[in-house]
């Protein structure tokens, strides 16, 4: 009969740390969306427009980054001559290459991948339970200097050569400010399979009531990363369709 109170006992303290943890998370993800401008305001953008320049070997280099919630692109500026990558119109997936200077389309597999990605706009937090996502406090660290909040977000698996894979985001929160300050993801394909790519933001700045990083360095974990920084924010831009358009003259070539 003991050893039967016993076990219902941790039973008991198994459910209530599971509910506090549940609660521990969901009350970080309130408090970021809340302090980031509030879940309805989040809720109203229907697009984002940003400017940025990276520095490569002393040059500055200029970059245009739009999402919507069903299309997107990335547009570089190299001496003159604009250059578009990761560009999606609702359909098509299509790059500039490097080395010939021409769009090319992507497969099918990295089109329903970038799918997934754009149903997580504006923000992956935002109604994550109703995306079908899911959180998980595992734990506080230091990173820096600050106090955080390790959370596991587990999105839609992606699928990689035929096979789905994890789609695992860890974020590590500022404890003060509840806003993330670094962000790690694995590689799942590519060259790169394995490693551990690191996000780090800072500058958080106002931009229509919304709250966003103005400063950025992505690379590799433990590696040097590449500094970005944010020259400005533009919500729910006017952005005309032809901006995602598979340029015509490759088209016809190919014909």
Do not use: C
């Not at 320049?53 to 970059?63: A, K, L, R, T």
């Not at 089109?111 to 899911?134: H, I, Q, R």
């Not at 694995?186 to 800072?202: A, F, N, Q, T």
Request: charged share 25%; hydrophobic share 35%.
């Amino acid at each position: 009969m003991k050893k039967l109170q016993n076990l219902f006992l941790v039973a008991i303290v198994s459910l209530l740390t599971i509910s506090l943890n549940a609660q521990s998370v969901d009350e970080i993800v309130g408090n970021y969306l809340e302090n980031t401008g509030g879940a309805e305001n989040w809720e109203n953008v229907k697009g984002v427009r940003m400017n940025a320049s990276i520095n490569q070997m002393g040059m500055e280099i200029p970059i245009e980054m739009v999402q919507l919630k069903d299309k997107m692109y990335t547009k570089i500026s190299i001496q003159g001559q604009e250059i578009k990558q990761g560009v999606f119109d609702g359909e098509t997936l299509w790059s500039t290459n490097f080395m010939s200077m021409k769009a090319e389309k992507s497969d099918q597999e990295d089109v329903d991948n970038v799918k997934n990605e754009l149903a997580e706009f504006p923000d992956p937090f935002l109604n994550y339970k109703d995306k079908g996502f899911t959180v998980e406090l595992m734990g506080t660290e230091t990173v820096e200097g600050s106090d955080v909040y390790k959370i596991k977000l587990t999105k839609k698996p992606m699928v990689v050569d035929g096979e789905e894979v994890p789609n695992v985001s860890i974020y590590y929160f500022d404890s003060e400010n509840f806003v993330p300050i670094m962000v790690h993801e694995e590689v799942m394909s590519g060259p790169g399979k394995g490693m551990i790519m690191e996000s780090k933001m800072s500058d958080y700045q106002e931009v229509e009531g919304l709250y966003f990083p103005f400063s950025m360095t992505q690379g590799v974990k433990d590696q040097p990363g590449q500094p970005i920084t944010i020259e400005s924010i533009e919500l729910n831009p006017s952005i005309d369709d032809s901006e995602f358009n598979f340029p015509e003259s490759t088209e016809e070539e190919n014909n």
